[in-house]
């Protein structure tokens, strides 16, 4: 519903219920302006209390929800300085009668940067040899760039997320006293109703200026 208002579009890429009809887990992309500025304050645990429709005593029940907000990450484009390559020309070896062992048409690359050796002798020209031998050293640059983002992805996700314990609550909701609290910065709305039709701006802007404040102390 806050996406909503912003204009900002929701997508749903994964979804899980549970067996009660709550939700298990849930993945999904949000496009907009402003977007993740807004919304990376949202990581975190988030508790919940309430008084369940099951529950006959009226007893307040607690559970957490738990928040990761990642920036997404562009696709790498693998850019290759031809300085950084050696190249080595050999003949090819097995099978292939008279023409394989004339010419030198099989190629070697070295990556001297990442030291990645690249080879191919399956094409009868050199040219055809590098153009595979290139495509493949592509492939194994792009392949490592994935990791390293992946590993940051992961890093990123483990800061935000925790262990999931309910001690590490960012923000909690209590349905019976109408009340919500963000345990940052000491803030408590007694509007939960409202909060829950997606109205966060204002403890978003709180959190906005307490973060901003917080990095101005440390130049300083």
């Not at 920036?71 to 097995?94: C, F, K, L, T």
Request: charged fraction near 25%.
């Amino acid at each position: 519903m806050y996406a909503a208002q912003k204009g900002w579009t929701v997508e749903l890429m994964n979804y899980n219920d549970t067996e009660l009809g709550g939700v298990k887990e849930a993945d999904f992309v949000i496009n907009g302006r402003g977007a993740y500025s807004r919304l990376k304050y949202e990581s975190g645990v988030h508790r919940v209390q309430r008084v369940p429709e099951t529950e006959s005593g009226g007893r307040v029940h607690t559970s957490t929800a738990t928040v990761a907000v990642l920036p997404e990450m562009e696709e790498v484009d693998v850019q290759i300085n031809p300085a950084d390559i050696e190249m080595q020309v050999y003949r090819a070896s097995g099978a292939g009668g008279q023409h394989v062992n004339k010419t030198s048409s099989a190629v070697r690359l070295i990556h001297k940067p990442s030291g990645i050796v690249v080879a191919c002798q399956e094409e009868r020209s050199q040219l055809q040899n590098r153009e595979k031998c290139m495509r493949m050293l592509a492939s194994k640059l792009y392949e490592i760039e994935q990791e390293k983002l992946d590993a940051q992805v992961t890093g990123m996700r483990r800061s935000q997320v925790g262990t999931g314990m309910r001690n590490e609550r960012i923000r909690t909701y209590n349905f019976p006293q109408g009340r919500v609290t963000d345990h940052r910065i000491g803030l408590t709305l007694y509007k939960i109703d409202a909060v829950m039709d997606g109205a966060i701006d204002e403890i978003i802007d709180a959190l906005a200026t307490a973060d901003q404040a917080e990095k101005l102390k440390n130049q300083q």
